[in-house]
């Protein structure tokens, strides 16, 4: 099958294996590209306008296919796109067909070429999959709302049935305001059905129905039969019928074994992880530990706490914090798991990193540095390469700048150098052994060392608004010397390597707010 595979007591742990060589770039189909080839039905929304929650952009998967050696040049090799299908709202995550592409971003063959045109240039592709609910624009939903109690559709969701059987009717557009008498009640109650998270737009289905079941199995093996590598899925714990990730990991296996199944879990589920279920988690963790180091006194508190999750988890880290944090991470879950965790700093979901941070582009290029040269699957949402910044949904989904004035050239080439670098040794991605080797003050070292052939890489970050010096120990480097690696624009050219004192001690200095990737001297790459 190509998986790698290790065991935890009786239950054997398969994850796709070209997971482990992937750098992801998410993209938000609507706020990418514009391809003018997809005719829009009426006004769009323009282009450079701060986006609002409900406005169309217009972009488009046939402008997404037409910027894939863009993309690539990055050393992207897969994709994750938000959803696809169908909807209502700019995000598309109120689907109304499971089985058919979104007319507004190019329809079915609009997908078909971008899976080829990906396929071709060796990257995979996948699918965000959102099973949990439907938007009021879904046939079995509104099918219910047309014949009440008479619909065969009416076990699709948790309906209130009593008033069903009554004739009285459902209130999908209630008359409540945010914030009126009707808000704590519950959707059942105000409603007359279950939503997800009380909004009447969102309809929660009722998987315990085999309908609906096999309804959502077969449009999961449509897409992976169509050409998609795998699905990231949307809010899966709220699905909470028996044995349906399970199911679903059979059936999609099936079809494709290398199908990369990523769940949108915030925190830590080891028990969802044990081969049955899901292949990785949306790393949330990492993403908080990385802002609260490499932001540091940067954050801004106010945007950190105005999201729910951030608020909770992410505050400033000192280098020792930080190390102990990614150390119980990495222990966390089997190596077979660690290696396709989706590592990301922020998503449509968050604000964007470099906002999180105050603007402080310095805190993006060490927790980009971090995030490539560690076990785990990066992934870059659009535009974060190009230094694009965003508080809360939705001004965290703005249009990816057409012009390239806009963009933070520096920064592009930083990031892209970083992953050009991941991808050319495997002891960056799967292979190399992680430990920290200095966790002083703010500043924090790793290595990854390759036992089998003695290569060994060293990551060096300053988070401080200070030089730091320090004396590294490695009994893994022998006699070698360690080597700058360099990409374009970075380091500065007067970077010096570590150097040795009289006593064969080797010191290395590390710029404030910068970092240092070091290769033992005649190490090799593959």
Not at 169 to 193: C, K, N, Q, T, V
């Amino acid at each position: 099958m190509g998986e790698d595979s290790a065991t935890i007591g009786v239950v054997s742990i398969e994850t796709p294996g070209w997971v482990r060589d992937a750098v992801f770039y998410q993209v938000f189909p609507d706020r990418f590209a514009r391809s003018g080839r997809v005719p829009a039905p009426g006004p769009l929304e323009p282009w450079d306008a701060a986006p609002t929650s409900h406005g169309l952009k217009g972009g488009d998967l046939p402008g997404l296919t037409d910027r894939l050696d863009e993309v690539a040049e990055l050393g992207v090799n897969a994709l994750y796109l938000n959803p696809v299908t169908t909807s209502a709202s700019n995000h598309r995550y109120h689907p109304d067909d499971y089985f058919a592409v979104d007319p507004l971003l190019g329809g079915d063959a609009a997908l078909r070429d971008l899976l080829d045109a990906a396929h071709a240039r060796g990257m995979h592709v996948i699918l965000d999959g959102v099973f949990n609910h439907t938007g009021r624009g879904f046939q079995a939903f509104h099918h219910v709302l047309e014949n009440g109690a008479a619909s065969p559709f009416r076990d699709w969701y948790h309906f209130d049935q009593a008033r069903l059987e009554a004739g009285r009717s459902l209130a999908p557009y209630p008359p409540e305001l945010p914030g009126g008498d009707g808000e704590h009640r519950s959707s059942f109650e105000r409603l007359g059905y279950e939503a997800w998270w009380g909004l009447p737009a969102l309809p929660k289905l009722n998987h315990a129905d085999p309908h609906v079941r096999e309804h959502l199995m077969l449009a999961a093996e449509h897409w992976i039969r169509f050409g998609a590598d795998g699905w990231r899925l949307d809010v899966p714990e709220e699905i909470a019928a028996e044995g349906f990730w399970q199911e679903f990991r059979r059936r999609v296996k099936a079809v494709d074994p290398e199908a990369y199944i990523v769940a949108e879990i915030w925190v830590e589920r080891p028990e969802r992880l044990q081969g049955d279920q899901f292949d990785a988690l949306m790393n949330y963790p990492l993403t908080e530990a990385l802002l609260g180091f490499c932001g540091g006194r940067y954050l801004d508190m106010s945007l950190v706490n105005g999201h729910g999750e951030y608020r909770a988890h992410v505050r400033p880290l000192d280098a020792p914090a930080f190390a102990a944090e990614l150390e119980r991470q990495l222990r966390l879950y089997d190596p077979a798991v660690t290696a396709v965790q989706l590592n990301l700093l922020g998503s449509h979901d968050t604000p964007r990193f470099v906002s999180a941070c105050g603007g402080d582009r310095a805190a993006l290029r060490l927790a980009t540095l971090v995030q490539m040269t560690l076990p785990g699957a990066p992934c870059i949402y659009y535009g974060d390469e190009i230094g694009m910044e965003g508080g809360l949904d939705p001004d965290n989904r703005r249009a990816f700048p057409a012009d390239r004035a806009a963009w933070d050239a520096g920064l592009r080439a930083f990031v892209g150098g970083a992953a050009a670098l991941r991808r050319s040794t495997a002891t960056l991605r799967d292979r190399g052994v992680t430990r920290t080797v200095v966790a002083d003050g703010e500043l924090h070292a790793h290595v990854r060392h390759e036992p089998s052939n003695g290569e060994l890489y060293l990551v060096a970050v300053n988070a401080g608004d200070a030089p730091a010096r320090t004396e590294l120990v490695l009994p893994e480097l022998g006699e070698r010397d360690l080597e700058l690696v360099r990409w374009s624009g970075w380091p500065d050219p007067g970077a010096a390597p570590p150097r040795r004192d009289g006593e064969g001690r080797l010191w290395l200095e590390v710029p404030a707010r910068d970092g240092r990737v070091l290769r033992a001297a005649g190490g090799s790459t593959g």
